[in-house]
Structure formats: structure tokens, C-alpha cells
């Protein structure tokens, strides 16, 4: 069974720019999260994805949107693109429904560059 | 303020022998908890969790003990192997049906030989 796939897996944007990530999650897995790592702040949560809509969302600014398609998959989008945007973005696809408990499974990441 | 704390950036600890990584959470309602093991340039991988309603959880040489009443989670590995070497995060879910977790800042355990 096909893991977490996450494109591209680096990507460099100036400032002010706007990027979008996407995350194919594993077959039959219907919600889907974003984290943010950096060094400083480690594992961030972002948002939370399931059957295309927002459940949880994290401390981030607006700046930090997301959706999610009929067919589970999901990008992320951050506008307006800070020096601090600078991290590892990771997404993860669980099978969990609601009041279930399941473990995440996580994607390799996009590594994004603001210069 | 943190709601996870791995208060241990980083564990050295001799092939064959036990590691144990420590987590402490301030949040009574959590009522799931995880660990992940992370490798440069990949994502995390899970590893083991366990639900509140339990206080040892066991799985190979991994096993993940929870004291409620300390708000204390630890995850033992024995014997320890070179392959082990990694990040070691411990994640907590709340109640309510959300999937949204909360990570610890991570714990490098490195297995001398």
C-alpha cells in the first residue's frame, strides 16, 4: 500500500510570494493534517482535513489555508511568504473517523526556502 | 507555554543497554498519546502509543508507560540497537474527536557501539 505522498519535496520562493504544497494521503485514509517543523518551534500543528472539511486548526495565521478534495487529497496554501515561513512541512493521513483513535501517518515532507 | 515537554534534547546510551526517553504533558483531558521516531530528511515514523485508559503499552523491544497522575510518559527500548539512533517525539491527542496532535520539541537518542 502506497505511503503519505507529499510534492514537490523542496521548493525556494522569494518573499511575498504565495506557494501551494499537496498531499496525497494513503489509500482509503480520510483525514489529513499539516504540520510546520522548524528547529526552533519543532512540530507544529497547522489544520486538520476530513471528508473536505476544517476540523482543528492550529496557532497560525491566515496567511496558513488549506482544503481538502473529494478524493482525500489536500494543499496547503501560504500567501504572502515570510522569511520565517522557512520549514519543513509535513503531512500526515489517518484513517480516523470522528471519536476514533488512530495513528498518523506522516509524508516526507516539502522543505520549503523563503529567500 | 508548552503543553509537551521532552525536557532531554538529547540521550547517549550504549548499544545492548535500555533507553528511556521521558515526556511529561500539562493537560488532564489528553486522552491519547504517541510516540514518532524521526530520520533526517524523512518524515516522522510511528512507533507506539498508548490511550488513557491503559498505563503500559508493549510492542517488541518498545514499550511506552503512562502515569496519569504525574502527566508522565516514557517510552523504554530494549535492547537498544545503532539503529535506533534518531529523534524521538512523544505526541499527545485531546478528547473531542479532533486528529490534530501536539508534539514534544524531540529527544536525539544516539546508540553508542
Known amino acids: ?115 | 507555554d508548552q503543553q509537551v515537554k521532552q525536557n532531554s534534547p538529547s540521550l547517549s546510551v550504549q548499544e545492548g543497554r535500555i533507553s528511556i526517553l521521558n515526556c511529561d504533558y500539562t493537560n488532564s483531558m489528553f486522552d491519547y498519546f504517541l510516540w514518532y521516531k524521526k530520520y533526517p530528511a524523512e518524515g516522522p515514523t510511528f512507533l507506539i502509543s498508548i490511550s488513557s485508559i491503559k498505563d503500559k503499552n508493549e510492542d517488541g523491544r518498545f514499550t511506552v508507560f503512562l502515569n496519569k497522575s504525574a502527566k508522565h510518559l516514557s517510552l523504554h527500548i530494549v535492547p537498544s540497537q545503532p539503529g535506533d539512533s534518531a529523534v524521538y517525539f512523544c505526541a499527545v491527542r485531546g478528547g473531542g474527536g479532533a486528529d490534530g496532535l501536539t508534539f514534544g520539541k524531540g529527544t536525539h537518542l544516539i546508540i553508542q557501539p
Open chain 1, 1 to 115: 500500500k502506497a505511503g503519505v505522498t507529499q510534492t514537490p519535496r523542496y521548493l525556494i520562493k522569494t518573499r511575498g510570494q504565495q506557494v501551494t504544497l499537496s498531499c496525497s494521503p494513503i489509500s482509503g485514509h480520510r483525514s489529513v493534517s499539516w504540520y510546520q517543523q522548524t528547529p526552533g518551534q519543532g512540530l507544529q500543528f497547522l489544520f486538520e482535513y476530513f471528508s473536505e472539511t476544517q476540523r482543528n486548526k492550529g496557532n497560525f495565521p491566515g496567511r496558513f489555508s488549506g482544503r481538502q478534495f473529494s478524493n482525500s487529497r489536500s494543499e496547503m496554501n501560504v500567501s504572502t511568504l515570510e522569511l520565517g515561513d522557512s520549514a519543513l512541512y509535513l503531512c500526515a493521513s489517518s484513517l480516523r473517523g470522528q471519536g476514533l483513535n488512530t495513528e498518523a501517518f506522516f509524508g516526507q515532507g516539502t522543505r520549503l526556502t523563503v529567500v
